[in-house]
């Protein structure tokens, strides 16, 4: 079952401009982490936030956690085509012995050169 | 930079047909994940290995899906027989550890397409 939601599901801007991409969740987590994905390839991770930080900035990513609300956003800032690919949240769970990620089903970013 | 190896990257088999993936993890990582990806849909869990043994594979379809990592290194995951809803990305990610904190490095993937 997929834990996280992403809004939008598609979001089309121009170079140069910014991108937002939001998530929501549902149960408690320890962590979150944004992961991308390029057309047809693996998962790249980009960042993981704690549940006790609001903030995190990593180059041109900046990424915030309200677990009141229990929903993040990831910030591309100044954007370009090579950030054109998919975006999914991923929150952990404790199951099995082990922690497991839980992946949304995405943001699908196009950035217009 | 290490990477995680997959093969094959594509794979078209019949219906009823057998067919296996195999990974190579990063060196000197424990756990290993299988991941499957239905087009247009974040991936999802089928099985997780520590070293050698299952941790879990509670939603591994296990009349017709088999994973093991006998030696705890590489991994091969295998369907027999496939079924036409089998189609998707198969996904192999390994981390150090299982610590919520220990980041999943993801291979190129293995797009099977029953037909």
């Known amino acids: 079952s997929q834990q996280g939601e992403e809004d939008p599901q598609a979001l089309s801007i121009q170079e140069g401009e910014n991108a937002t991409m939001n998530c929501s969740y549902k149960?408690?987590?320890?962590?979150l982490q944004w992961y991308r994905q390029n057309s047809g390839r693996g998962l790249v991770h980009l960042i993981l936030i704690r549940s006790n930080e609001r903030e995190k900035h990593s180059g041109r990513l900046r990424v915030t956690l309200d677990t009141s609300k229990k929903s993040s956003s990831l910030l591309i800032t100044a954007s370009r085509a090579a950030d054109t690919a998919s975006y999914f949240c991923?929150?952990?769970?404790?199951?099995?012995?082990?922690?497991?990620?839980?992946f949304g089903k995405g943001t699908k970013l196009s950035v217009i050169p | 930079e290490a990477e995680v190896a997959q093969s094959p990257r594509y794979k078209i088999t019949e219906k009823s047909q057998a067919v296996a993936f195999w990974c190579d993890p990063i060196s000197g990582h424990a756990t290993l994940y299988w991941y499957r990806q239905i087009l247009g849909q974040g991936p999802e869990l089928l099985v997780q290995f520590q070293d050698e043994s299952v941790v879990d594979d509670s939603q591994l379809p296990k009349d017709r899906f088999s994973a093991e990592r006998l030696k705890g290194v590489d991994s091969t995951l295998k369907i027999q027989p496939a079924e036409l809803g089998d189609s998707a990305m198969y996904l192999c990610?390994?981390?150090?550890?299982?610590?919520?904190?220990?980041?999943?490095?993801f291979g190129p993937g293995t797009r099977l397409t029953v037909l």
């Open positions: 149960t408690s987590i320890n962590n």
């Open positions: 991923a929150t952990d769970a404790y199951g099995a012995g082990s922690y497991q990620l839980t």
């Open positions: 990610a390994s981390s150090l550890s299982d610590f919520s904190t220990d980041t999943q490095y």
